[in-house]
């Protein structure tokens, strides 16, 4: 392999110019994450126009870093605040939130920033060394393969709650529900919209997962503050215990490889590898029930997979020309700007282009982690604040979130309704977690499995037909069935003690 291409890409990042947008980028990146509601893909959005007076290096540079920046920004608010500004953010919530209330805000912060650099400086190199070939499979993707996924994320979530499983499969159902709100992206028909035309656009990820995690948590906590004499919370070291590091090195070693593999597919691939990230370590786990409790590895996993995710997204962009998510197709749009096509040919007609912006996420990982760490301290000392100023603060940077998204005091409204019923969740012990994950993985569920029933005529067998597709069912029956086959193996030898015992005494 030639590595000169990549020593240039190097000397292309280091310019003064390029190394400043990308610290602009990350930095930016960082403060959009903190506030849930505008996300990474409307900040690009936002700066697209300012793109055309930038050279297409440092540009891609700077929206780059917003984009990898924008992911651990948003654990900050979900390990301080329990509230998620993305679908990726979600699952950190569950222990995040936990160690926060058991003083240990600055071990989630610290461990989270570890796992995000790891993540994605090995997703970096995997993205150096094996762009070409992981791209060339992810063209196999196809709808039968995405619905397949879909599946198997949604069978995932009754593994991820830390309540009853059939509890957590119905806020699944729910979520799988709500997602078919709106106008059938097929025929056009109306569904569930009871004749609103608010409710005909379908109910976006920001409103619900805002109410259900912000603003019930307030409402949920409301009773029990009342009257009671606050006392700050008590914040242990900001840097993580070598234990800590040691119960969270496999974790991050095995949220990098997942991260790095479903990062690659179209669609949720963010989504799906922090969700599948902690269900690995969940069912690896010798105490699972930890998990949901403030389990230091339930931190380290899925913030460590969303990072890896988020760099192995941009294979797809640069080698195929194929966007993986929202906010790819947006920096595809910024690269059509600049006059440059991404796709097979961008590494040698362009090569600045794609070396520049694969080695100045080296580089933005690099700030990340050293903007991050000390800055733990002083984001913890949010947990200081009195709840009776800090639940008004959340609230209105709960509502102003979702206003921002769409403009429309609709969800404002929206937000209220999924509080009261992440309240009542709360009361009844279910999860709002697999709610929101089946809310986000039912969209493309849906789309994908009629696609597939178009290309195969109708026809379901079609689906196990295809290798990929038929190999990932068969691990869907594998999982639904194992609680089943475990009980049976357990009982055999239990079964055979019992028949001995019973020839004894006879």
Known sequence: MDISPILNGFGVVLEPANLLYCLVGVIIGMLIGVLPGLGPGATIAILLPITYGIGPVSAIIMLAGIFYGAQYGGTITSVLL???????????????????KQGKAGTALGIAAIGSFVGGTISIIGLTLVAPIVAGFALDFGPPEYAALGILGVLLISSIGNGNKLKAIIAAC??????????????????????????????????????????????????????????????????????????????IGRGSLVGFVLGVLPGGGAVLSSLAAYAL?????????????????????????????????FIPLLTLGIPANATMALIFGALLIQGIQ??????????????????????GNILLLIMSIPMVGVFVRILRVRPAVLAPITVLITLLGAYTVR????????????????????????EPGPLVLAFVLGTMIESSARQGLLIFGGNPAGFLTRPISGTVFAIVVIVAAWPLIRRAVRRRPAQGAADRAEERTS
């Open 82 to 100: 329990r509230l998620p500004g993305e679908a990726s953010s979600v699952v950190t919530v569950f222990d995040g939130f936990a160690l926060a």
């Open 174 to 251: 729910v979520g799988l529900l709500i997602a078919t709100v709106g106008r059938d992206t097929f025929t056009g028909a109306e569904r569930f919209t009871f004749g609103s035309l608010n409710l005909a656009e379908g109910i976006d990820f920001i409103p619900i997962a805002m109410g259900l995690f912000g603003l019930s948590e307030i409402l949920y906590n409301l009773e029990e503050r009342h009257n009671k004499v606050h006392s700050p919370a008590k914040v242990g070291n900001v840097w993580p215990s070598r234990r800590d590091l040691s119960q969270s090195k496999g974790a």
């Open 281 to 313: 370590e969940k069912r690896r786990a010798k105490q699972p029930e930890r998990f949901g409790r403030g389990a230091v590895e339930g931190v380290a996993a899925p913030e460590t997979a969303n990072n890896a995710a988020a760099t192995s997204s």
């Open 342 to 363: 991404p796709g097979p040919q961008l590494v040698t007609e362009h090569p600045d282009v794609f070396w520049g912006v694969i080695n100045s996420m080296y580089i």
């Open 407 to 430: 403009n429309q005091v609709y969800d404002i409204f929206l937000v209220i309704a999924f509080g009261v019923l992440g309240y009542l969740m709360k009361k009844f012990g279910f």
